[in-house]
């Protein structure tokens, strides 16, 4: 994924490099790589336990796969991490999985559906993406917001083994 910009943000694609140097919470690298800084604080437990579920050996045995589209989420006035956006890997099957976060310090201006916007039309661009799914909670408003924004529409609903309904949302290309 080439990096993105647009109205108030970068998009900068999270390399292997840089998610080695997230996962090492090597912050002085990790800043350095994506030109940027990171909040007090990151990387830590929870941005690894949700930001990065899954295995260094994961990502290192198929980056382009893994850590397709993913992307981190920076002020382009003020070059600090806000976020990030990330999709699912590359899908096998053309339906790409999109979420989103933002940290709690810039939410409610926007800048999730700008990111996310700006993501779901660089998948739509790549070869065989026909659709862009998400999912959220019936109680989550603000991922809602987010996902009416995209212009998504419910196709579904499945089970979270601890926290219930989950819906899931489609735009399809």
């Not at 050996?57 to 981190?72: C, F, H, K, N, T």
Request: glycine fraction near 10%; hydrophobic fraction near 45%.
């Amino acid at each position: 994924m080439p990096a993105l910009v647009t109205e108030r943000l970068r998009l900068i694609p999270l390399t292997l490099e840089v998610a080695e140097a997230i996962l090492d919470r090597d912050k002085r690298r990790a800043e350095a790589l994506i030109g940027g800084r990171f909040p007090p604080g990151w990387p830590d437990d929870p941005l690894l336990d949700v930001g990065f579920p899954y295995a260094r050996d994961a990502i290192r045995a198929d980056p382009e796969v893994r850590l397709w589209g993913d992307s981190l989420v920076l002020l382009r006035d003020d070059p600090r991490v806000v976020g990030s956006v990330v999709f699912h890997g590359r899908p096998a099957d053309g339906v790409a999985e999109i979420g989103y976060a933002i940290e709690e310090r810039a939410r409610g201006i926007g800048l999730a559906s700008e990111a996310t916007r700006a993501c779901v039309d660089w998948a739509f661009g790549e070869a065989g993406i026909v659709a862009v799914q998400a999912t959220t909670f019936p109680w989550h408003a603000a991922s809602l917001g987010v996902i009416r924004k995209l212009g998504m529409r419910h196709i579904a609903t499945r089970d979270h083994d601890t926290l219930g309904e989950l819906l899931v949302f489609e735009r399809r290309r």
